[in-house]
């Protein structure tokens, strides 16, 4: 069983930056992606950006230019750099990580982590 945990949300305003982090309990190296989703109040939960083992990387448009995803195998974490935050950025953030079990990929999540941007 994968552990995720995130942290690094918070309270910031309009503007500000937050870097979210979120380690993996197993080495990331053979995760197949880590993805940032976030979850605003009564809305759905959307993807935020992804990496890929080969490094790609791919952003939702809603975040391109102001959030970065990263990683670093030897901490077994990836984090979300999220600059220029703007009010409808306010969601819980979670990490998610495809790995690949025998033949089959699955899931995993981890409890999420709060963000507000106060305007």
């Known amino acids: 069983q994968v552990q995720l945990v995130e942290s690094g949300g918070g309270l910031v305003q309009v503007g500000g930056s937050l870097r979210l982090s979120c380690v993996a309990s197993?080495?990331?190296?053979?995760?197949?992606?880590i993805s940032w989703y976030r979850q605003a109040p009564g809305k759905q939960r959307e993807m935020v950006a992804l990496i890929a083992s080969s490094g790609m990387t791919n952003y939702a448009d809603s975040v391109k230019g102001r959030f970065t995803i990263s990683r670093d195998n030897a901490e077994n974490t990836v984090y979300l750099q999220m600059n220029s935050l703007k009010p409808e950025d306010t969601a819980v953030y979670y990490c998610n990580a495809k790995i690949p079990v025998a033949w089959v990929e699955n899931d995993y999540w981890g409890q999420g982590t709060q963000v507000t941007v106060s305007s």
């Open positions: 197993q080495s990331i190296a053979r995760f197949n992606a």
